[in-house]
């Protein structure tokens, strides 16, 4: 790539055929996932229950069985996961094919001040995912299995059936609301990188940060303490990482502006005479 993006212009109507050849590759892409995900469905939901099937069998006093209640509920739930599995799988593919569109008509500072926080994008996208799977929803199931009762404590006793399509909707609620919860430094840090923020700024305005954290992870997550600070602690950590992160961006961008301004101030003053 160029470093001027000027060099990259293009009219209008070949701008909107190339992001619809963009779009159409990574769609395929999506097509082709979702296929090979929906042969798999069956395994890939028996992955997302094992924690619950755990719970179930250490907590004890529950039917270990998931029902449906109407008849075509559980192959909509096989796609509902073959879906979720095909997104997950095919996001690099869509923001690949979307930084192709986009870095042309960027300067090279630009895109290598960029392309980091592309690449950490997914893989703190999958790390939240890998909390909440790992350590969070064998906490939070086993909390909540324990309300369950026999007929010794009350006159009839109160036991869990979970539907597999309610089932499936909390698990993808949780690892889409811990992954998409996890991109905040990404965000912060490329907020301070052009300027909108600074890391002092974040570091005054930590103790309101603390608080719209928990009211943030009291929205996304299950009406339960255990979940509810399992996201918050994590962020409250990451908001700190982004400070951190947000003083080396303030660093980069003084060191980009003090290499830029004396050529650029020479270039005006050569080109005016």
């Keep these: 790539m160029a470093e001027n993006p000027d ?6 109507l070949e701008h909107l055929v190339e992001l619809r050849s963009r779009l159409l590759y990574a769609s395929l892409s999506l097509i082709v996932a979702f296929m090979a995900s929906f042969y798999f469905s069956e395994h890939i939901f028996n992955f997302l229950m094992q924690p619950l099937a755990k719970a179930m069998a250490e907590v004890g006093g529950s039917t270990n069985r998931m029902i449906y209640t109407h008849l075509a509920e559980n192959f ?3 796609m509902k996961v073959a879906f979720f599995a095909a997104a997950f799988c095919t996001f690099p593919i869509f923001a690949n094919q979307m930084w192709m569109f986009v870095a042309p008509g960027l300067y090279k500072h630009e895109r290598s001040a960029i392309l980091p926080f592309l690449m950490a994008s997914p893989i703190l996208f999958f790390l939240g995912g ?8 064998p906490m939070a199931w086993k909390f909540l299995l324990g309300f ?3 007929a010794t404590e009350t006159i009839l006793p109160i036991q869990l059936e979970p539907r597999v399509a309610d089932y499936l909707s909390l698990v993808t609620t949780l690892i889409f609301a811990f992954g998409i919860s996890f991109q905040m430094p990404v965000l912060l840090v490329l907020l301070a990188r052009v300027g909108i923020v600074s890391a002092a700024g974040l570091a005054e305005k930590r103790r309101y940060a603390i608080v719209a954290i928990f009211i943030f992870a009291g929205i996304v997550t299950p009406p339960d303490v255990i979940s509810q600070i399992g996201l918050a602690v994590p962020l409250m950590l990451l908001y700190e ?3 951190i992160g947000a003083k080396f961006a303030e660093k980069q961008r003084e060191q980009a502006w003090a290499d830029e ?3 650029g101030i020479e270039d005006t003053d050569f080109n005016q005479a």
């Design 7 to 12: 060099s990259h212009t293009m009219p209008l």
């Design 76 to 78: 909509f739930t096989q």
């Design 130 to 137: 890998l909390l909440v799977y790992s350590l969070i929803m």
């Design 148 to 150: 369950q009762t026999t």
């Design 241 to 243: 990482v982004a400070i």
């Design 261 to 263: 301004t004396p050529g």
